[in-house]
C-alpha cells in the first residue's frame, strides 16, 4: 500500500483502527486494496461511497486530491466517471472506473490509453447490446448449503470415519450414523428409503435390504453426495451459460459448453418416470372390458353349469381369461420394460397388491441405484471442469472493465490525445454534447509562449460549455483515457482549478474567496485555471485588479489559463493578454444567437447587450434610431 491508514486526509487513529478490526487486519486490507474491492469499505458504518474512493485512492497511490484543486474540478471529474459508469455490467469494473484517477506518471497514462484504444477497436467489431444483455450483473458463483434430505442416511462403520465425513460437510445433506450391532440400529436405518454405505473394511450385512449403496471411503467425494458438485453447477446454471455464450461471441473456447447438456440429460432422466400402478390399472380396465365383451359371446352347457356351481371354470372360460392375461401381461412389458404378473384370475379382474409392492420396492431400488450411478458420472465431468470454468468467469469478469472502456470510447467516438506541452484541440466537443450529431465542434489552442487567453462573447454563445470541455480533455488524458476530439494536444499538469460565475460576497466571504484563489499563483506546480465570469466577486474596479495581478502572475508559469470575462476592454488596460471571442452573427427573430462557437483569436467579441441593441437599432426608425445609435458607439 502506498500510504498508511492514518495518513490519510479524514482517517485518523479511530476511524484506522475501526477499519482494520471491521476487515480484520492490515493483511485483509491489503487483500482488499489489491483486489479494488470498494464495497469491502463502503460496507463500514460510517464510510461512504466518496470516503471508500478517497480512502483506497490514497492506499494505492491514486493523487486524485492533489490533481483536482477546486469543488468544479470534482464535478467534471465525477461526470466523467459516470458516463463511463453507464457502460459498465459488473462490481469489479464498477469498482476499477471509481478508482480511475488522474496522474502525472506519462508512461501509465500511455499504457492506459493503449490499452483503452485497442479495447475500442476490439470492441467496434463485436455486439455490443448483445454482450452488454449477457454481462449484466455478471459475479462470481454462489456456492450452496447443500438440500438437506432425511429420507436417505449415510452408514458408517467407525466414529472416526463419520467425524472425517462431517468434516467434508456431508452431514449438510443426509444424517450420518456409525453402525452398531444393536438391533434398535438395524430397525432404526431399515426406515430410511436410501443408505448409502460408506464402507472401510466393509464388514456389515445388511441382509436382504435392496435399497443399501456400498461406496469405498477412499472414494472423491462427488462419489459419495454427488449433489455437492451437480447442485453447484445447478445454482449456477445461467452463469455457466452466459460465460459460454459470451467466450463464444469473443472467439474463445469454453469448458462451460457442456454445462447445460450435462444437467438437462440428468434432468431428462430424473423425469423418465414410469407409474407402474398406473400402468398396471390401465391394463386392467382393458381386460375388463375384454373379458366382459367376450363371455357374452360364450354358450355354456348343463355340465360347464354345474362346474361354475362348484366355484371351477368352464374350459371355454379358462381359455379366455388365459388370453386375455397373456396379452394384458405383454402390454404390461411393453410399457413397463418389467417382465411381472400382477393380475388375480376373477371377473373383474384383480390386481395382487403384494406383487405390485413387490414390483414397486424392487424398481424402487433399481431406480434409485441408477440414479445413483448417473449423478456419479454427471459429478464427475462437472467436477474435473469446475477450476477452469471458475477461472473463466473470473476472466469473463475481469473483461467487463475492457469492455466497459472500449463501449464508452467507441459510443463517444474518442481517440487518443498527443502529450505535448501545448494545449491544442482540433475539432472538440463537449463529453455531455458528445452523441448529438448535430452540435459544432471547436478548435482551440494556447502555447507556452501564449498560455492566458481572456475569452468574451455573448451569453449563451458556449464560453462556458468550451471551458468545461478543456477541463474534461486535460482530466481525461491524464486519466488515460482518449479524449472528445479529433486530436488534441495536452500538457501534462498537476493541478485544476475551475472557478465559475462568482456572486457578491460580503467581506467574509471575500476574504475566504480570496485565500483559495490568490494562492494558486504561489505554488509552481504546473497547472490549468480556468475561470468563468468571477467579476462578481467584488466591485468590477477592485475586481479587475485581482484578476489583472493574478494574470500577471500566471503569465510567468508553465501553466495555462482561460477567463471567460465581459470585461475584457478594462483587463486589456492592466495587463497585456489575448482576447479571444466566441463571435455572434447576430440574433434571430426570437433572438436566439447565430454563432461560431469556435472563438476566433485575437478577437473582443460581441456582448448580449451589443447584439440586442444592434437588432433593435436596426429595426427601429427616426430619432429613436438616432438614440439607439449613439448607444452602440460606446460599445
Known sequence: MAMDLEQIDGVGTKLSKKILNSVGGKENLSQIVENLDLEQLSKIDGISQRKAIQIMNSLLGNPQEKFLKSERAHVLYEEIISKILNFSNTNYSRNRVQLLSPTTDINKINRHLDFVMEAKDKISHLPIDDLKVLMKNLGEPEEVKGSYDPSKVIVVESQEDGNYLTDLNLNKYYPIVVASNSQLFADEIRDYEVIFYVYNEGFLDFGDMGNVIMISHESPVYEIVPEMVIDY?????????????????????????????????????????????????NVKQDMDEELKNSIKNVDIGGDEVLDLLNNDLPKKIEEIFEEIISKGKEKLLEATHIDFDPYIKKYPIEIDKEELERINQEQENIKTTNLYDKKITIASQLYNIRKQAEEEIEETIKFDYEFTLGSFAYTYNLNKPKISENLKITQGINLNLALNQNIQKIDYHLSPEDNIALLTGANSGGKTTLLETIGQINIMTQMGLPIPAKEAEVKILNEIYYFSKGRSLDAGAFESFLNVFMPIVTNNHKKLVLL???????????????????????????????????????????????IDGIEAKGLDKNYNLIVNRTPQINLLAKSTPELILKRIYENSHGKLKEVYGEILKKF
Open 233 to 281: 453447477f445447478d445454482n449456477n446454471r445461467e452463469l455457466f451459460e452466459k460465460i459460454f455464450e459470451i467466450r463464444n461471441i469473443l472467439g474463445l473456447n469454453s469448458v462451460c459448453d457442456c454445462v447445460e447438456p450435462l444437467l438437462s440429460d440428468l434432468d431428462d432422466f430424473k423425469s423418465n418416470d414410469i407409474n407402474i400402478e398406473e400402468i398396471v390399472l
Open 532 to 578: 468563468d465570469e468571477l467579476e462578481g466577486i467584488t466591485e468590477l474596479e477592485a475586481a479587475v485588479k485581482i484578476i489583472s495581478s493574478f494574470i500577471e502572475m500566471l503569465k510567468e508559469t508553465e501553466s495555462y489559463g482561460i477567463i471567460v470575462t465581459h470585461m475584457a476592454k478594462e483587463l486589456s488596460n492592466y495587463t497585456k493578454v489575448r
